[in-house]
Structures are given as C-alpha cells and as structure tokens.
T-cell receptor, first 113, second 109 residues
Framework: KAGVTQTPRYLIKTRGQQVTLSCSPISGHRSVSWYQQTPGQGLQFLFEYFSETQRNKGNFPGRFSGRQFSNSRSEMNVSTLELGDSALYLC????????????FGQGTRLTVV | DAKTTQPNSMESNEEEPVHLPCNHSTISGTDYIHWYRQLPSQGPEYVIHGLTSNVNNRMASLAIAEDRKSSTLILHRATLRDAAVYYCILRGSQGNLIFGKGTKLSVKP
C-alpha cells in the first residue's frame, strides 16, 4: 500500500511569508502527527491530530498551526516565517492514536531566506 | 514525558551483532518502549516496541530489563544498510513520540 505522502518535498520562502504543508496518511490511518527536525534541536513534536481533532500540541508558538480533514489528510501552516523556521518537517501517520506504530513520510524541506 | 539516555555514537563491524543500550530510569508502568531509526535523508522508520517482555521481529530484538529501567535493541547481523541514528522513545497510551538525540550507528565493512 502507498506510504505517507508529503508535498511539496522542497520549498523556499521569504521571511514574513506564510506556508502550508500537506500530508496524506496511509489509507485507513486516522492519526497524523507533525514534527520539525533541525540539526540543533533534533526532532521536535509539533502536534497530533486524530479524527479531525487536535489531541496533543508541542511547545511551538502560535504561528504554527494545523488541521485535519475528514479524509484524514492533514495540513500544517506556518505564518510570518522566520529564518529559524528552516527545517525538515515530517509527518507521521498511525492507525490510531497512542502506542501504535507510526509511519513517517520523507518530509518537506523548508528553507526561509 | 519520561526521558531516555543513549550513547551518542557506536561502531560495529558488518555481519556482527550490535547491542544498542537505552536507560529510562523514570519510566512509568504504562509507558511502552519504542525504537525508531532514521537513515540518511529519510524520515524515521519504526523498528520495534515492547512493554515488559522481550520482543522479536524481522528487523531486531528488544531486550527489556526486569525493572524496566533499561532496554537494549539487538541487531543480530549488522549490514551497511543499518547505519542510521537509532532513537529509544517512551510512549504512553495517550502520548506522542518524544525523540531524544539518539545513537548514531556506524557500520564498517
């Protein structure tokens, strides 16, 4: 079956702009989580959605937001981009929330200039 | 969330077993121990998880100490493809995956 699909794979934005990243989970999976990966901070949890509801949220400013649609696809949005937002953004899908195995996408590489 | 401690890096020879340790002294009774790995330029990949007893799958084995304060991921025969960063993570039934720095495993031919 198809894996987790993240689009776009690469993105270059200017400071102050906003960006929307998309994640299509594995068919049948209802939980989607987002992570930010940088060389300095490693993998940091952003938020998790299950059945269109945000279940958990990491310690990121309100400029980072997300949502999940009825088909389980998810988007995350970053407004007023800063240079420090340059990172690899990873999406993971699970059949359900909690302790089940998570499948990660290849990520979206965002560069803010 | 309970924390884990792993060595920053380890080296192994190809086709030899590798034992990757993880300490989690503050683990709670409901925390599952998960292992993920991240190959270069890829997203993390699930390896194995367990609660109390040892677990085996096609990729690896997970040995969990009786007091659950530590665990060891065992790769029975390391290959060059196993070179990656390995993350040991505690996850409660309602929690999300909290990644630490992980152990960077190098495999020498």
């Amino acid at each position: 079956k198809a894996g987790v699909t993240q689009t776009p794979r690469y993105l270059i934005k200017t400071r102050g702009q906003q960006v929307t990243l998309s994640c299509s989970p594995i068919s049948g999976h209802r939980s989607v989580s987002w992570y930010q990966q940088t060389p300095g901070q490693g993998l940091q949890f952003l938020f998790e959605y299950f059945s269109e509801t945000q279940r958990n949220k990491g310690n990121f400013p309100g400029r980072f937001s997300g949502r999940q649609f009825s088909n389980s696809r998810s988007e995350m949005n970053v407004s007023t981009l800063e240079l420090g937002d340059s990172a690899l953004y990873l999406c993971a899908s699970s059949f359900s929330a909690g302790y089940t195995e998570a499948f990660f996408g290849q990520g979206t590489r965002l560069t803010v200039v | 969330d309970a924390k884990t401690t792993q060595p920053n890096s380890m080296e192994s020879n190809e086709e030899e077993p590798v034992h990757l340790p993880c300490n989690h002294s503050t683990i709670s009774g409901t925390d599952y121990i998960h292992w993920y790995r991240q190959l270069p330029s890829q997203g993390p990949e699930y390896v194995i998880h367990g609660l109390t007893s040892n677990v085996n799958n096609r990729m690896a084995s997970l040995a969990i100490a009786e007091d659950r304060k530590s665990s060891t991921l065992i790769l029975h025969r390391a290959t060059l493809r196993d070179a990656a960063v390995y993350y040991c993570i505690l996850r409660g039934s309602q929690g999300n995956l909290i990644f630490g720095k992980g152990t960077k495993l190098s495999v020498k031919p």
